[in-house]
Nanobody
Framework: QVQLVESGGGLVQTGGSLRLSCKPP??????YAWFRRAPGKGREFVAA????????YYGDSVKSRCIISGGNARNTVYLQMNNLQREDTAVYYC????????????????WGQGTQVTVSS
């Protein structure tokens, strides 16, 4: 079973930034995404990127504050998060798929273990 490896989570103050990384395990996928699960809530779509054109798509709650990049040619996938708020506190999951760009977790077959992001005031 292919498992993605996330890193970069941690504790940050309100207004701060973090960059999450996701390393594909030696194979290429056409689409990568980040989802998150806040305490007591379901998994929420954050961002996705699809190749060969590098098309990206963002969830409404992070649209102006996040940038997804990387993922082509087996490169690491990044999620740059800026101006973090307390409501961004969650476990962030990287996912991969051979399907086209999607914001539905059902379309992603490969997942990482998650990395915790905690935003404090």
């Amino acid at each position: 079973q292919v498992q993605l490896v996330e890193s970069g989570g941690g504790l940050v103050q309100t207004g701060g930034s973090l960059r999450l990384s996701c390393k594909p395990p030696g194979r290429t996928f056409s689409t990568y995404a980040w989802f998150r699960r806040a305490p007591g809530k379901g998994r929420e779509f954050v961002a996705a990127i699809s190749w060969p054109y590098g098309t990206s798509y963002y969830g409404d709650s992070v649209k102006s504050r996040c940038i997804i990049s990387g993922g082509n040619a087996r490169n690491t996938v990044y999620l740059q998060m800026n101006n973090l708020q307390r409501e961004d506190t969650a476990v962030y999951y990287c996912a991969a798929s051979t399907r086209p760009l999607s914001n539905s977790e059902a379309d992603y077959d490969y997942w990482g273990q998650g990395t915790q992001v905690t935003v404090s005031s």
